[in-house]
């Protein structure tokens, strides 16, 4: 018997509710390249009325945003952070989000990492994970 903690992604209303209510998202991993998915999610989820601030430590601006290295960089509050990166880089990610004060953690389609998942919800962020921002806007929010 399994007697560690699990993970289990908040329900649908909630969901709704975040993208609802959440609008500044720092995109962790945002590249700048057009073909790149987290490049195709941050410009629709601009188009939808979300405030996008890029973390790329390449990049200086991407969709006419001045992007970040980290989130410990960023100036302004964010609420949502949106994991492009590989699942071993999410607990440093995660670190940083609570420090930032951030709401909540989003890991895309594909990103699981389920201790640096249960951190965060220990800490009070809700966390969204193996999801894509996009794909749940578009079912949920128009």
Same mark, same amino acid.
């Given at each position: 018997?399994?007697?560690? +903690?699990?993970?289990?992604? +908040? +329900?649908?209303?909630?969901?709704?509710? &975040? !993208?609802?209510?959440?609008? *500044?998202?720092?995109v962790v991993g945002l590249s700048s390249n057009p073909s790149r998915t987290s490049h195709c999610v941050a410009r629709y989820l601009q188009g939808q009325g979300f *405030?996008? &601030? #890029?973390?790329?430590? *390449?990049?200086?601006?991407?969709? $006419?945003? %001045?992007?970040? #290295?980290?989130?410990?960089? &960023? #100036?302004?509050?964010?609420?949502?952070?949106?994991?492009?990166?590989?699942?071993?880089?999410? +607990?440093? &990610?995660?670190?940083?989000?609570? *420090?930032? $004060?951030? %709401?909540?953690?989003?890991?895309?389609? $594909?990103?699981?990492?389920?201790?640096?998942?249960?951190?965060? =919800?220990? =800490? $009070? !962020?809700?966390?969204?994970?193996?999801? @894509?921002?996009?794909?749940? @806007?578009?079912?949920? @929010?128009?």
């Amino acid at each position: 018997m399994n007697d560690s +903690p699990q993970h289990t992604n +908040p +329900p649908d209303h909630e969901i709704r509710r &975040i !993208l609802q209510t959440y609008k *500044k998202v720092a995109v962790v991993g945002l590249s700048s390249n057009p073909s790149r998915t987290s490049h195709c999610v941050a410009r629709y989820l601009q188009g939808q009325g979300f *405030k996008i &601030i #890029p973390v790329n430590p *390449k990049e200086t601006e991407i969709l $006419g945003e %001045k992007a970040y #290295p980290d989130l410990n960089s &960023i #100036p302004e509050k964010f609420e949502i952070v949106d994991i492009f990166r590989r699942p071993e880089h999410v +607990p440093a &990610i995660v670190d940083q989000a609570i *420090k930032a $004060g951030a %709401k909540v953690i989003w890991m895309q389609e $594909g990103v699981v990492n389920r201790d640096a998942a249960i951190k965060a =919800s220990e =800490s $009070g !962020l809700t966390v969204v994970m193996d999801r @894509c921002m996009w794909k749940e @806007c578009r079912i949920l @929010c128009e």
